[in-house]
């Protein structure tokens, strides 16, 4: 089945502890992209990758880090998670090298006390 | 200003009525155009995208974009209980790597 899955999916930490939400797509998409969405900001993309060790910042960066060493892989990671961090995060990916029409994983509850 | 605004609703219809929904964009730059809908607790999915003036039919739904008036809407007929949930519009800049969504306007279908 095609698709975009993420873990966890449901995260609860403390502040400063760091933290990788991993996810992965098996339909061999170019682009990839982090999302984080909250109520009445809608989504706003974090990072994006065009390809293989090509990523760039979004919107809303700060705080973020991700890597592309794999097509299939885009691993989210927050070094020193903070409060203003919780939040619904999405992954995403789409065919060709921009973000079109994209899928999206499942989501990814994050909640940092 | 936001690139992409959406009225905010939220928008109530009766079962079998016409559910309109409209989005507005800042980027005259902005070529393509993608409507998501996301029911509660999921995870966004793609159910239309236009490209072109004029109007788009697929099914139930019909996009239709106005690049003069930079604004794109969303119709549903024959609306249904199923149809209630939150639908994202989404633009994209050409030559940009970026996708940006408005804020939502979430629908509910009256039985």
């Known amino acids: 089945e095609a698709q975009v899955t993420q873990n966890p999916r449901y995260l609860i930490t403390v502040t400063g502890k760091k933290l990788t939400v991993t996810c992965s797509q098996n339909m061999n998409h170019e682009y990839m992209s982090w999302y984080r969405q909250d109520p009445g900001l809608g989504l706003r993309q974090i990072y994006y990758?065009?390809?293989?060790?090509?990523?760039d910042k979004g919107d809303v960066p700060e705080g973020y880090k991700v890597s592309r060493k794999e097509k299939r892989n885009f691993p989210l990671i927050l070094e020193s998670p903070s409060p203003n961090q919780t939040s619904l995060y999405f992954c995403?990916?789409?065919?060709?090298?921009?973000?079109?029409?994209?899928?999206f994983g499942p989501g990814t509850r994050l909640t940092v006390t | 200003q936001k690139e992409v605004e959406q009225n905010s609703g939220p928008l109530s219809v009766p079962e079998g009525a016409i559910a309109s929904l409209n989005c507005t964009y800042s980027?005259?730059?902005?070529?393509?155009f993608f409507w998501y809908r996301q029911y509660s607790g999921k995870s966004p999915e793609l159910i239309m995208f236009i490209y072109s003036n004029g109007d788009k039919e697929d099914g139930r739904f019909t996009a239709q974009l106005n690049k003069a008036s930079q604004y794109v809407s969303l119709l549903i007929r024959d609306s249904q209980p199923s149809d209630s949930a939150t639908y994202l519009c989404?633009?994209?800049?050409?030559?940009?790597?970026?996708?940006?969504f408005g804020a939502g306007t979430t629908v509910t279908v009256r039985a």
């Open positions: 989404a633009a994209h800049v050409a030559n940009d790597y970026k996708l940006s």
């Open positions: 980027d005259r730059g902005s070529q393509s």
């Open positions: 995403a990916s789409s065919p060709g090298s921009g973000p079109g029409e994209q899928y």
């Open positions: 990758s065009m390809n293989v060790e090509v990523t």
